[in-house]
């Protein structure tokens, strides 16, 4: 853990989020500003999670939310696709068992029935080996999209033939992928862009948002205090006048 970031951050008075979720995009557009592949930015951007998820919990965020694959990235070219699964699944072989050892929790939002075989059982296997873990948790949101996932509770709640009147916010949030995790504060999205694109949809309701122009790979611990502090510069209302 870093003290000294969190003592500075104390020093300025700002608030730390709890629950930071992050739309990591730039990975082409980074790729093609470096004569590479879509395939080498892909790598490059999986490559960086680590490190941000360290400065994160440097700062004591609690929770991180990654969008790794959108429900509607299928419609890329088979053969990206192809390749981001491969990635994706060697990654999580690879880091599950260091991420352990430093206290991470891993969790998957999203659909696993559309994923391979072995991508299912990598993350099933991360996610059983750090279930126990209390210092971070890391979310992944794989194959998961926000109105695919409110659909999906809605069904579930019909399903278990819940009447009308006892459906409230606080029940329909346990039928998310999220239930048990607090709502995000901070949405990070990457490479300039404005929106969310399905993301969160329901937990985003009062997150504050945050765009930088810096593509992900190049998303470093810079770009993270830089957005650690203009969030502790925000006034959260939640519809209330202060």
């Given at each position: 853990?870093?003290?000294?970031q969190?003592t500075?951050?104390k020093?300025?008075?700002?608030?730390?989020?709890?629950?930071?979720a992050i739309?990591m995009?730039?990975?082409?557009?980074?790729?093609?500003?470096?004569?590479?592949?879509?395939?080498?930015?892909h790598r490059?951007g999986t490559?960086?999670?680590?490190n941000?998820i360290?400065?994160?919990?440097?700062?004591?965020?609690?929770?991180?939310?990654l969008f790794?694959?959108?429900?509607?990235?299928?419609?890329?070219?088979?053969?990206?696709?192809q390749t981001?699964?491969?990635i994706i699944?060697e990654v999580i072989?690879k880091?599950?068992?260091?991420?352990h050892?430093?206290?991470?929790?891993?969790?998957?939002?999203g659909?696993?029935?559309?994923?391979s075989p072995g991508?299912q059982?990598?993350?099933?296997d991360?996610v059983?080996?750090t279930?126990?873990?209390?210092?971070?948790t890391?979310?992944?949101a794989?194959?998961?999209g926000?109105?695919?996932e409110?659909t999906s509770?809605?069904?579930?709640?019909?399903?278990?033939?819940i009447?009308?009147?006892n459906i409230?916010?606080?029940?329909?949030?346990?039928?998310?992928?999220?239930?048990?995790?607090?709502d995000?504060?901070?949405?990070i999205?990457?490479?300039?862009?404005?929106?969310l694109?399905?993301?969160?949809?329901w937990q985003?309701?009062?997150?504050?948002?945050y765009?930088?122009?810096?593509?992900w790979?190049?998303?470093?611990e810079a770009e993270v205090?830089?957005?650690i502090?203009?969030?502790g510069?925000?006034?959260?209302?939640f519809?209330k006048v202060?």
């Amino acid at each position: 853990m870093n003290t000294s970031q969190q003592t500075s951050n104390k020093a300025k008075g700002l608030a730390v989020p709890r629950h930071v979720a992050i739309i990591m995009d730039g990975n082409g557009r980074w790729a093609a500003g470096h004569g590479r592949s879509r395939s080498d930015g892909h790598r490059a951007g999986t490559d960086n999670i680590r490190n941000i998820i360290r400065a994160f919990d440097d700062y004591g965020v609690q929770y991180v939310t990654l969008f790794a694959f959108s429900t509607e990235n299928w419609d890329r070219p088979g053969d990206e696709v192809q390749t981001l699964i491969s990635i994706i699944q060697e990654v999580i072989r690879k880091e599950a068992e260091d991420l352990h050892q430093e206290g991470v929790r891993i969790r998957h939002l999203g659909r696993l029935d559309r994923l391979s075989p072995g991508l299912q059982q990598a993350i099933q296997d991360s996610v059983e080996l750090t279930k126990n873990n209390t210092r971070l948790t890391l979310n992944v949101a794989f194959d998961y999209g926000g109105r695919a996932e409110i659909t999906s509770a809605v069904q579930a709640i019909v399903r278990d033939g819940i009447e009308p009147e006892n459906i409230t916010e606080e029940l329909f949030a346990t039928y998310l992928h999220t239930d048990g995790i607090p709502d995000p504060d901070l949405i990070i999205r990457t490479a300039g862009e404005m929106r969310l694109s399905n993301f969160l949809l329901w937990q985003t309701a009062y997150a504050e948002y945050y765009s930088t122009p810096v593509y992900w790979p190049d998303f470093d611990e810079a770009e993270v205090a830089n957005a650690i502090e203009a969030y502790g510069q925000r006034q959260r209302r939640f519809g209330k006048v202060l």
